[in-house]
């Protein structure tokens, strides 16, 4: 019976001290001491959050340097361009938002980034930038629905999405035969194409109209 007891007295003393720790960890957390429920949902997502002084991809651009760089070459782009250096511009901060978004996925600051990122690819005739574009438009729908950028691409979405992009140049065959133009595989992909058909060389009739 003496043994039962000094059994059950370490058992007891194991629990009081795990629960003990459990509560100091929880006092410890940066978020335990908030006031109101939204200043410890502020809280949490700043420790989510990358931090300022934090570089990412190989030009190591900060935040501010991936929303600035998206910002500024949507404004350069003008309406759309095929300009490879605005392209090579844009793709460098896609891959720092990349690395961003695979280093730390709950930063509440992704959807600002994927926004600007999607004003900049859209006007980037090119097929690789369009479906970024489209992917991201998604990831703002699906990861962060109760944003401002989140509902706005919602609508969008809703409303539909064209993508736009330049198909390869088709060579031209002799006079009279028209050389076929790429369309897509899918017939529900609303695509479209600006490149120009071939236009048959005019031959001249046996009879003339009048």
Known sequence: MKISFLTG????????????????RAAEHPCANKA???QRTEC??????????????????????????????????????????????????????RDWAHRYPGDPQLARSY?????AMTK????????RAYHY????????????????????LARGFTEHWYAPPQPCGIAGDAS??????DPNLHIDLLASPCVPAA??????AP
């Open 180 to 185: 076929p133009v790429a369309t897509p595989s």
């Open 36 to 38: 109101s429920k939204w």
């Open 44 to 97: 949490r997502e700043m420790v989510r959050s990358a931090p300022g002084d934090q570089y990412f991809g190989r030009l190591k651009m900060s935040y501010l340097g991936i929303n600035n760089t998206f910002r500024d070459d949507a404004i350069r782009a003008g309406a759309y361009t095929t300009n490879s250096g605005l392209i090579s511009s844009v793709n460098f901060a896609d891959e720092a938002l």
């Open 137 to 156: 438009m998604l990831v703002l729908v699906k990861k962060f629905p109760h944003t401002y950028f989140g509902k706005v691409m919602k609508k969008s």
């Open 203 to 208: 031959v001249p009739s046996s009879s003339p």
């Open 115 to 119: 926004f600007l990122a999607i004003q």
């Open 9 to 24: 007295g370490i058992v007891l003393a194991s629990a009081v001290a795990l629960l003990g720790s459990a509560t100091a």
């Open 124 to 131: 980037l005739y090119v097929k690789p930038e369009q479906d």
